[in-house]
Nanobody, 119 residues
């Protein structure tokens, strides 16, 4: 099992960039699919991006494709979300989550980090 902890959120102007980090404890980190989700006030939590255990496969929501990049460094037990060309609609609390297999739910969640994009 893993215990994710997010960091790197903050306030940025539209068009700017941020890099979120998700540090995860556990020696089996490399065996987990990791994903980023976000939730804006009054909105449902939505999928943003995911990465396979090896990092060879990545998946993105249409809303962030071409702007965000997910990556991982298993040696550092860390997954990243590089966010470029940020838009005000990207404003949300961003959560890092893990799951053992693609058929499993994302059952290991961090506490979230706030990203605010001003116009």
């Amino acid at each position: 099992q893993v215990q994710p902890v997010e960091s790197g959120g903050g306030l940025v102007q539209a068009g700017g960039s941020l890099r979120l980090s998700c540090a995860a404890s556990g020696r089996t980190f490399s065996s987990y699919f990791m994903g980023w989700f976000r939730q804006a006030p009054g909105k449902e939590r939505e999928f943003v991006a995911a990465i396979s255990w090896s990092g060879s496969s990545t998946y993105y929501a249409d809303s962030v494709k071409g702007r965000f990049t997910i990556s991982r460094d298993n040696a550092k037990n860390t997954v990243y979300l590089q966010m470029n060309s940020l838009k005000p609609e990207d404003t949300a609390v961003y959560y890092c989550a893990g799951r053992r297999r693609s058929s499993d739910p994302y059952d290991y969640w961090g506490q979230g980090t706030q990203v605010t994009v001003s116009s």
